[in-house]
């Protein structure tokens, strides 16, 4: 444990010296926070509270990015050629990755949601120990994805080009950066095989509308089966060298870690749960946007009333 820690501690320092981690941890996700909730929710407390789930949600995932490249880098300076000859394995290498991606961006978050609260007074983050546990689990799930990206790519470039062609479908076709309601019903089906979908959507309705952890069992279970999966995977695939090599077939087997969610996404395409939860979101922010226009509307309109029956009752 004492070798973990310090090898943790090492993965820290080594994360705030790499630009693109920091990026990633750091700069992107203050930039979104403030672009989605200060332009897009107009500083609106109601559709802060609305946009808020996919902000941290969308923040969370990020992480993955950094750590992939982060990883893939090492390998490619010789860095994890050191680690090597020393007393540790894969897996102590890569928990102890994701240990560190997690004090990262935990933080962060909670800068966040501080932020959320002070500066757009939004009404309410929601359950405390459901949304712990929905954050904690999407920052271990998808930094296993980033382990994973960086065990079966072989340099920077194909790192590059694999976390794109995940990243755009994980907060495109999830919720994360449009509502889920407003997007296509072919683009909704679709998005409820992504493990992102159950992030928001857990995240949305715990802050929204105070969710359990029990009530979200589906979306914490399928994103802790799918980390465990991840992670195996990973420290199957990892290497330590630079000269070494992924074979093609072994890059199939990262299919293998969707299997949790074409289950999840068979069983929700029939029940429409997640669905009825997003458009359900989806209306009562909209509602509480249109309520307030709506009674300024008759309170404008009750003096002209008042003033026409004040002057024609002396008539």
Known sequence: MKNFVALTRMRIHLAMRNKMFFFFILVMPFAFFFIWLGVFAKGVPQMVGFYLGPVLAFNV?????GL??????????????RFHVAPVTASDLLASSIVANFVLTLPTVLVEL??????????????PLSLFLLVS???????????????????MQETQVLNQLLWLPLIFLSGATFPLAFLPRTVQRIGLFLPST?????LQQTIANSATAWSRYAEILSLAAWACLTFFLSAQLFRWEPEARTPRRAKLLVAATAIPFLLLGIVENRTDRILLEARSAFLTMTSAMSAPASGAASSSRKPATGEKTSDSSPK
């Open 114 to 127: 501080f932020l959320a609260r002070v500066v757009f007074h939004v009404p309410s983050i929601g359950n």
């Open 137 to 155: 689990v999407g920052i271990i799930s998808f930094g296993s994805l980033g382990l994973v990206v960086a065990s079966v790519t072989n340099t």
């Open 198 to 202: 159950y992030l928001v959507n857990g």
């Open 68 to 81: 992939s490249a982060a990883l893939v880098m090492f390998r490619e300076q010789g860095i994890l050629r």
């Open 61 to 65: 995932m990020g992480s993955f990015w």
